[in-house]
C-alpha cells in the first residue's frame, strides 16, 4: 500500500511560480516511479510529469516543457516547480504512483493516487 499526499497548491497571477510537494510512503515506494497528473472542469485527467525510481529519468509533457521541472528527494518528497504558469494550467494537480513496468505519464498506467491540489492562476 502506499500513501501519497499533496501539498502547495494556490492562487497566483499569470507568470508566477509554484511548487508542489508529493509526500509518499509505504511499502515499494522507493521503487516507484512517481507522476503529477492535472485535470480541469470537464476536461480529461492530463499527466504532467514523471520522475522514475532514482530520479535518474524524467518525463515533461510538451505543454510544460522550459517551465515546469520534477524532481525528487531521499526522503520520497517529489516535487512539481511551476514557473511563468499561465491561465490554462488552471487545474486540480494530482499525484500518483505505480511499482510495475515503465516510468509513463499515462494515468491509466497509475494505481495510486493523491487526493489532489488546487492550482489556480489568474491573468
Known amino acids: 500500500q502506499v500513501q501519497l499526499v499533496e501539498s502547495g497548491g494556490g492562487s497566483v497571477q499569470a507568470g508566477g511560480s509554484l511548487r508542489l510537494s508529493c509526500a509518499a510512503s509505504g511499502n515499494g515506494v522507493s521503487h516507484s516511479c512517481i507522476g503529477w497528473f492535472r485535470q480541469a472542469p470537464g476536461t480529461e485527467r492530463e499527466g504532467v510529469a514523471a520522475?522514475?525510481?532514482?530520479?535518474?529519468?524524467t518525463y515533461l509533457a510538451t505543454s510544460v516543457k522550459g517551465r515546469f521541472t520534477i524532481s525528487r528527494d531521499n526522503a520520497n518528497t517529489v516535487y512539481l516547480e511551476m514557473n511563468s504558469l499561465k491561465p490554462e494550467d488552471t487545474a486540480v494537480y494530482y499525484c500518483a504512483a505505480k511499482s510495475v513496468g515503465y516510468c509513463t505519464t499515462r494515468s491509466d498506467r497509475y494505481y495510486y493516487w493523491g487526493q489532489g491540489t488546487q492550482v489556480t492562476v489568474s491573468s
Open positions: 520522475i522514475s525510481a532514482g530520479g535518474t529519468n
